[in-house]
T-cell receptor, first 107, second 115 residues
Framework: SQQGEEDPQALSIQEGENATMNCSYKTSINNLQWYRQNSGRGLVHLILIRSNEREKHSGRLRVTLDTSKKSSSLLITASRAADTASYFCYNNNDMRFGAGTRLTVKP | DTGVSQDPRHKITKRGQNVTFRCDPISEHNRLYWYRQTLGQGPEFLTYFQNEAQLEKSRLLSDRFSAERPKGSFSTLEIQRTEQGDSAMYLC?????????????FGSGTQLSVL
């Protein structure tokens, strides 16, 4: 079964713009992780945020977590064409992924 | 560390046939996961092993699906009497123990097509 929902399902932006993706989850978390998937490939881990953290940064990535709303957001700043991929959130407590956001970055 | 490997990369079979997929996790990882993914969807949890013990199995998984990890190393996923609805990408992932090893490492997947 799937986790919660990602929002939006698809996002198209120009290179250099910021991209924000949201994830809602259903059960409690120990940590929440974000993964990226290029078309037809396996998933690659991007960033992990623990349940007692509210914000975390890694390079051009910023993730926030609101446990009261059971939601998280992933921000990619200064996007590049190479960021075109699908992005999924993952609840490591119940091992479920969200439905994903398909990001297209136009050069 | 050669990463997670899955075999075969592609499998085409006829409806009603049995198929078996193999996953070799990263050698020091004791946790192994199987997921199924269809086009445009997120990975759907199938089952989870810690060492050789199968600790969780999705209730959505029919009895036609079985997974093993006999020596706590590689794992196999078998689908009996395949149906066209089984067509999907089957993904394997592994992870280690402890707070420093919680991220999943994925293989490239096995793409199954049931004709």
């Amino acid at each position: 079964s799937q986790q919660g929902e990602e929002d939006p399902q698809a996002l198209s932006i120009q290179e250099g713009e910021n991209a924000t993706m949201n994830c809602s989850y259903k059960t409690s978390i120990n940590n929440l992780q974000w993964y990226r998937q290029n078309s037809g490939r396996g998933l690659v881990h991007l960033i992990l945020i623990r349940s007692n953290e509210r914000e975390k940064h890694s390079g051009r990535l910023r993730v926030t977590l609101d446990t009261s709303k059971k939601s998280s957001s992933l921000l990619i700043t200064a996007s590049r064409a190479a960021d075109t991929a699908s992005y999924f959130c993952y609840n490591n407590n119940d091992m479920r992924f969200g439905a994903g956001t398909r990001l297209t970055v136009k050069p | 560390d050669t990463g997670v490997s899955q075999d075969p990369r592609h499998k085409i079979t006829k409806r009603g046939q049995n198929v078996t997929f193999r996953c070799d996790p990263i050698s020091e990882h004791n946790r192994l996961y199987w997921y199924r993914q269809t086009l445009g969807q997120g990975p759907e949890f199938l089952t989870y092993f810690q060492n050789e013990a199968q600790l969780e199995k999705s209730r959505l998984l029919s009895d036609r699906f079985s997974a093993e990890r006999p020596k706590g190393s590689f794992s196999t996923l078998e689908i009996q009497r395949t149906e066209q609805g089984d067509s999907a990408m089957y993904l394997c992932a592994s992870s280690g123990d402890g707070r420093a090893n919680e991220k999943l490492f994925f293989g490239s997947g096995t793409q199954l097509s049931v004709l």
